[in-house]
């Protein structure tokens, strides 16, 4: 189904947004926070309030926690038939309202509107998949070696799952956890980010109007999240949190699960090595460069923060990105032929420029870029530094914002040392034509996920995470949904 064939003819995001519930979401009603007070959402590109929304606190997050507590016994003995076609109900209607959620995207958070209809339809793809595979849940069976056991094994529901989201995939993150829980019959309190909540407020309808009962999604939006977050950990009803955002918030979350001892699935940050060994294809790794770098104007954990170059080809490589980048256009996320939106806030904007002055302190060479744009708001400029230091500070930060450090080397165990040479391991791409060294390199790279000539990994049939302090588990993919289920066993005589 295409977005265009049901759209009225005068689209804006005004119109839509004043249409969003902007209260919490508790036992399938739409209700203010019990404070009554509510906090500003804003867009980045202008600074305009979009709208107010309910700031939830330890009271709201109380009886969320309580409603998905009541919902869950019945939730989880559902026919895994009547959850796979909620899920799919949903992937239609967020598919026919493609364009409404993209302009909400885009208003809220900055991204242009491509990119930000390109993820409507990754997002809706995690409903579509999880439809597929809340029918196949298996289970096992074996005989004991000695012939008088059956063993029986079964796979069951978790129970009430904490689910928190971060602003940059502001569906899809929550898509990516939402899909497979339904799926594997799972309630759920959800916390979506403080600058982004009306996305998620917008799937609420959607999820209700695909027929998902009371009770089995409860939205508690709020200003201090930790007041939200922090008793549904201690409540003791939930048992899993899947959290999706920076590593010093993930840990700060798996000592909270500590004490319940509660399932924990850690999508958290990353330092994308990109490397381009000097038999690669230099256009096909500029291409796939463009797109590991600026999807999401760098704002994403999968973006390449640390270009390893080979030396030979290093001038080349800045050469031709920098042409690249130079021909992006900047500005508003809405407005027509823009590529590259607003960061994300004032406070990412300076992050950013501090690291492109430290770069170039230590003897980096700016190629193109290196400021903020001209005038107001969060922009900056699309930048490449060469020549750049690895002892540099954003060779050892997320640097969430538009700019590809290249740094030359001379040999693979340079590189590997240098790429591995973080506390992160989310993902690497790699560049090169020759099959013995991809293989040697791929293997030697510490992380989750790997793009061997190409700049995209993040897709909803894989399953996404990484390793060391880059998270645990995996979301997406036929491994998803194990996140959401537990084992059971029954020993039965024969
Ligand atoms: P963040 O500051 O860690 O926030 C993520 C979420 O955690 C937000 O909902 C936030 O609420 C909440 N939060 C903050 N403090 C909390 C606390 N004390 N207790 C409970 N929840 C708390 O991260 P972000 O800046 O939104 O997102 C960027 C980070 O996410 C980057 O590090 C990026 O790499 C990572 N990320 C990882 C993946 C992945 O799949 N591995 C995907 C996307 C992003 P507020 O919004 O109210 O602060």
Partial sequence: MTSTATLPVALDAATIIATINTGLFIDGAWTPALSGTTFAVENPATGTVLAQVADGGPADAELAIQAANRAQKAWGKTSP????????????????????????????????????????????????????????????????????????????????????????????????KIGPAIAAGCTIVFKPAELTPLTSLALVDILVEAGLPKGVLNVVTTSKAGSVVEPWMDSG?????SFTGSTAVGKLLLAQASRNVMRSSMELGGNAPFIV?????????????????????????????????????????????????????????AEDGVNVGPLISEKALLKVQALVDDAVARGASVVVGGARTDGAGYFYQPTVLGNVSPDSE????????????????????????????????LVGYLYTQDIDRAFRLGEDLEVGMLGLNTGMVSNPFAPFGGVKQSGLGREGGKLGIDEYLEYKYLAIPR
């Fill in 277 to 333: 060994c000097a038999d690669a294809d230099l256009d096909r790794a500029v291409d796939g460069a463009m797109v590991a770098k600026m999807r999401n104007m760098g704002e994403a954990c999968t973006a390449a923060n640390r270009m390893f170059v080979h030396r030979s080809v290093a001038t080349e490589f800045a050469a031709k990105l920098a042409q690249r980048m130079s021909e992006l256009s900047v500005g508003d996320g």
């Fill in 81 to 176: 038939r009547s959850r796979s076609e909620i899920l799919r109900r949903a992937y239609d209607l967020l598919m026919s309202r493609q364009e409404e959620l993209a302009l909400v995207i885009t208003s809220e958070m900055g991204k242009p509107l491509a990119d930000a209809r390109g993820e409507v339809a990754y997002a809706a793809e995690f409903f579509r998949w999880y439809s597929e595979e809340a029918v196949r849940v298996g289970g096992d069976h074996t005989i004991t070696g000695d012939g008088k056991h059956r063993i029986l094994v079964t796979r069951e529901p978790v129970g009430p799952c904490v689910l928190v989201t971060p602003w940059n995939f502001p569906l899809a993150m929550g898509t990516r």
């Fill in 394 to 425: 954003l060779m050892h930060t997320e640097i969430f914002g538009p700019v590809a450090p290249v740094v030359p080397f001379d040999t693979e165990d340079e590189a590997i040392a240098l790429a591995n040479n973080t506390p992160w391991g």
């Fill in 237 to 241: 009803i939930a048992r899993k949190v």
